[in-house]
């Protein structure tokens, strides 16, 4: 089965620094990459993702980038806010319908100081 | 739309007492999800229905069972609940579509066996 590895599993940086946040995966037949941010007592919510059919995607601060050959994928977030303080999580996946899967990465805490 | 929710939030059981807990979603998702997360693990699927009528066995599903009671709702049990059960559960939704789309997680229950 697919294996996603995630690196660090803790972050700490100062408000207005970039933070990268970075995964690896096993299956080469995963083609869909989201990552999800939880805030403390809630459940993950999907930020953002990308498709294996594109190396970059950016909205607003946050940006991913997804090396298919060397089967890793990344966050980065820019101008970091106290409010991007959270745990965030990288996923993969193959297909979609009823083979749609998520395997997870174990985490990264992210700490941004004022 | 209340999205999904989970119920209990919070419960302890002592081992070898059984639970169900419950998960109900609002936004005609054809395909419903089980996770569960412990420290330093991420999340890890246990179970999962592809449609209505459904389920199939995730990552760990030793230890439990579910329910596609119907389109809305999917429900969890422990039969003879165990210390390593203690955990935080996590109910998601999404879309049944060939391509890839957003899945939707409730807020949690964190259950404790003791």
């Known amino acids: 089965g697919e294996n996603v590895e995630q690196h660090p599993s803790t972050l700490s940086v100062q408000e207005g620094d970039s933070a990268v946040i970075k995964c690896t995966y096993s299956?080469?037949?995963?083609?869909?990459f989201p990552w999800y941010k939880q805030e403390l007592g809630k459940g993950p919510q999907l930020i953002i993702d990308?498709?294996?059919?594109?190396g970059e995607k950016k909205d607003q601060r946050i940006a991913v980038t997804l090396n298919k050959t060397a089967k890793h994928f990344s966050l980065h977030i820019t101008e970091t806010q106290p409010e991007d303080s959270a745990v965030y999580f990288c996923?993969?996946?193959?297909?979609?319908?009823?083979?749609?899967?998520?395997?997870f990465g174990k985490g990264t805490l992210l700490t941004v100081n004022p | 739309n209340a999205g999904v929710t989970q119920t209990p939030k919070f419960q302890v059981l002592k081992t070898g007492q059984s639970m169900t807990l419950q998960c109900a979603q609002d936004?005609?998702?054809?395909?419903m999800y089980w996770y569960r997360q412990d420290p330093g693990m991420g999340l890890r699927l246990i179970y999962y229905?592809?449609?209505?009528?459904?389920?199939d066995k995730g990552e760990v599903p030793n230890g439990y069972n579910v329910s596609r009671l119907n389109k809305r709702e999917f429900s969890l049990r422990l039969e003879s609940a165990a210390p390593s059960q203690t955990s935080v559960y996590f109910c998601?939704?999404?879309?049944?579509?060939?391509?890839?789309?957003?899945?939707?997680f409730g807020q949690g229950t964190r259950l404790t066996v003791v």
């Open positions: 990308i498709r294996s059919n594109v």
């Open positions: 998601a939704s999404r879309p049944r579509r060939r391509e890839h789309t957003e899945a939707f």
């Open positions: 936004m005609n998702h054809n395909s």
């Open positions: 229905s592809a449609s209505e009528g459904t389920t």
């Open positions: 299956d080469s037949a995963s083609n869909y």
């Open positions: 996923a993969a996946s193959r297909g979609g319908g009823s083979n749609y899967k998520l395997t």
